[in-house]
T-cell receptor, first 117, second 116 residues
């Protein structure tokens, strides 16, 4: 079974400050890892994904995440927060890249990011 | 860019009534997912289709929920009868190539269900 734990249900930063959202996973097979963003009353948008290539993954909107197998972590970072980054962020794990092998996403509980002016 | 369509966006119903949600995936996407997202939690997979076949419905409460994708294109999720605990966002997603060239799940805007 796979699972994801997001540490901190709420994170608050000042505009221009570093954003760090934490994600730890559990998987019995080499995982595929994803970060999604969700704005109020909208669906999820993929920020980035790790699929066993480079351990440092760059995504959209200046976000990146580093896969650390020894720590079973996939933390999301952004050097400088912008007001438009305020949203809820979800980390997810799958045993495949999705679609084939019945690739199923297991999501964490989510982290709400607040950005103060 | 093509999008996953869902309707209605919002639905308010009374307990014991029947409700239905519709999803139209991105054209050509064979794999379709329905998720339920309870407020304050991450999405949870209810059912996954490959074309018209169900490949995973292990988390679908089959006594009251049903899902179909008759022609392997659009899909309907039904709840009958609705219960108070069914209040949630219902998300549809389909899987296929994105603008990056890699396959990913594309999510629709969701249907927000409120059961009174």
């Amino acid at each position: 079974a796979q699972s994801v734990t997001q540490l901190g249900s709420h994170v608050s930063v000042s505009e221009g400050a570093l954003v760090l959202l934490r994600c730890n996973y559990s998987s019995s097979v080499p995982p595929y890892l994803f970060w999604y963003v969700q704005y109020p009353n909208q669906g999820l948008q993929l920020l980035l994904k790790y699929t066993s290539a480079a351990t440092l993954v760059k995504g959209i909107n200046g976000f990146e995440a580093e896969f650390k197998k020894s720590e079973t972590s996939f933390h999301l970072t952004k050097p400088s927060a912008h007001m438009s980054d305020a949203a809820e962020y979800f980390c997810a794990v799958s045993d495949s890249a999705g679609g084939t092998s019945y690739g199923k996403l297991t999501f964490g509980q989510g982290t709400i990011l607040t950005v103060h002016p | 860019e093509a999008e996953v369509a869902q309707s209605p966006r919002y639905k308010i119903t009374e307990k014991s009534q029947a409700v239905a949600f519709w999803c139209d995936p991105i054209s050509g996407h064979a794999t379709l997912y329905w998720y339920r997202q309870i407020l304050g939690q991450g999405p949870e997979l209810l059912v996954q289709f490959q074309d018209e076949s169900v490949v995973d419905d292990s988390q679908l409460p089959k006594d009251r929920f049903s899902a179909e994708r008759l022609k392997g294109v659009d899909s309907t999720l039904k709840i009958q009868p609705a219960e108070l605990g069914d209040s949630a966002m219902y998300l549809c997603a389909s899987w296929g190539a994105g603008t990056s060239g890699y396959n990913e799940q594309f999510f629709g805007p969701g249907t927000r269900l409120t059961v009174l």
